[in-house]
């Protein structure tokens, strides 16, 4: 997104339900789909602006602090990486928040977002260094798995009750991490992918089909009419 005069324009966007498009059906707003999200938005901006090429990023997550760096073009002269700044918003900006895995995972796709380490999972405040391993679990879903193995081993009917969608789909703990890497591997493959279902609709279609059926606002004038018909039925 940019901001002119006329107001903020946004050049891309990417939302997490279209994880679906790379095998991702369930946990969409943990951290390792924040980081899959990141990353499909990082893909994305670059394909459309012809620079995917030179900027992959790192292809392959390792949880290791890095930041995007010019590449060498043909002419020797190095092409300057697609720069961009955080915006939080209304976020929190605690250490570990979901907001730092999309700024990871579009890091790593090969978007220049300055940075430092110290809100990533795993960075320790009194050494003032990163775990890389901890962040690494959390891009894969670790943390998710761990917490799936903890409650399936100790309150099996929590298990089932909070990952239903995961047993239904035969989805284990310990297959998460290769999930993750199958779906970060479709995105950079095809970061424009489409969710559709069986029927070969894409969700957007069936969207606009709802708004037919939108009903119509009432104006300030009804809902004055139907707030003093309201009134006087129950003086009756």
């Known amino acids: 997104m940019t901001s002119e005069i006329s107001g903020d324009k946004v ?3 990417a939302y997490s339900h279209e994880l679906r498009a790379y095998g991702i059906e369930h946990g969409l707003t943990n951290w390792a789909a924040a980081y899959c999200t990141g990353l499909l938005i990082a893909r994305r901006v670059l394909k459309k602006l012809g620079m995917d090429e ?3 990023g790192v292809e392959e997550a390792d949880g ?11 002419d020797g002269e190095g092409r300057r990486p697609f720069k961009a700044f955080l915006d939080v918003g209304l976020h929190r900006t605690s250490t570990g928040a979901r907001i730092f895995g999309a700024m990871k995972g579009a890091s790593d796709g090969g978007i220049l977002i300055p940075h430092s380490e110290s809100r990533f999972p795993g960075f320790d405040i009194e050494t003032k260094e990163l775990e890389v391993e901890t962040l690494r679990k959390y891009i894969f879903g670790g943390h998710v798995a761990e917490y799936m193995e ?4 100790d ?7 909070q990952f239903q969608g995961y047993i239904d789909d035969e989805i284990e703990a310990d297959g998460l991490e290769e999930l993750y890497q199958e779906a970060h591997k479709q995105i950079r493959e095809d970061p424009f992918k489409k969710v559709n279902d ?3 609709k894409d969700k957007s279609e069936y969207k606009k089909e709802s708004l037919k059926y939108k009903k119509r606002k009432l104006t300030k004038e009804e809902k004055m009419k139907r707030v003093k018909a309201k009134i006087a039925e129950l003086r009756e």
């Open 11 to 13: 050049f891309c966007s």
């Open 54 to 56: 030179d900027f992959a």
């Open 64 to 74: 290791e602090y890095t930041l995007t760096e010019a590449a060498e073009g043909e």
């Open 150 to 153: 903890t409650l399936a081993d």
């Open 155 to 161: 309150d099996e009917e929590r298990y089932k009750s």
């Open 198 to 200: 069986a029927a070969g």
